[in-house]
């Protein structure tokens, strides 16, 4: 199970993630949207938090570190949605996805998937 992350670190992950590694904490700096403002300190110690929940793995060449990803993002979302289901929904999955099919704009693709999922689900009974 991957470990939680708080949404700051699912910032620093995300650009992390989106690049090749492995990548320098100046890097991921530069990677970041503006709009945050976060000075390189700040990224280095969310860098540190996730080294040591073992989302990150490090590697010292001279004086940097090169950081890359331990956890897939695809693991980090499992535990984010089975959390929220279980936190806001109370681990009912049915309430969810209605909320979800009735709040956001689907494609004609986003739905034929979901038609199909559902199909196999009726099929699978």
Request: proline fraction near 6%; glycine fraction near 6%; aromatic fraction near 6%.
């Amino acid at each position: 199970m991957a470990p939680k992350i708080s949404s700051a670190e699912w910032e620093v992950m995300n650009v992390v993630w989106a690049n090749p590694p492995p990548l320098t904490s100046a890097m991921v700096h530069a990677g970041l949207p503006e709009r945050r403002g976060w000075k390189q300190k700040t990224v280095n110690t969310f860098l540190t938090r996730l080294v040591a929940k073992k989302v990150l793995t490090v590697t010292k060449l001279g004086n940097t570190n090169l950081y890359a990803p331990r956890v897939r993002r695809e693991q980090c979302v499992a535990a984010e949605g089975d959390t929220f289901l279980k936190k806001v929904f109370q681990g009912a999955a049915g309430p969810l996805m209605l909320h979800f099919c009735e709040k956001a704009d689907l494609s004609e693709h986003e739905i034929s998937q979901l038609e199909q999922i559902l199909e196999s689900k009726r099929a699978g009974r």
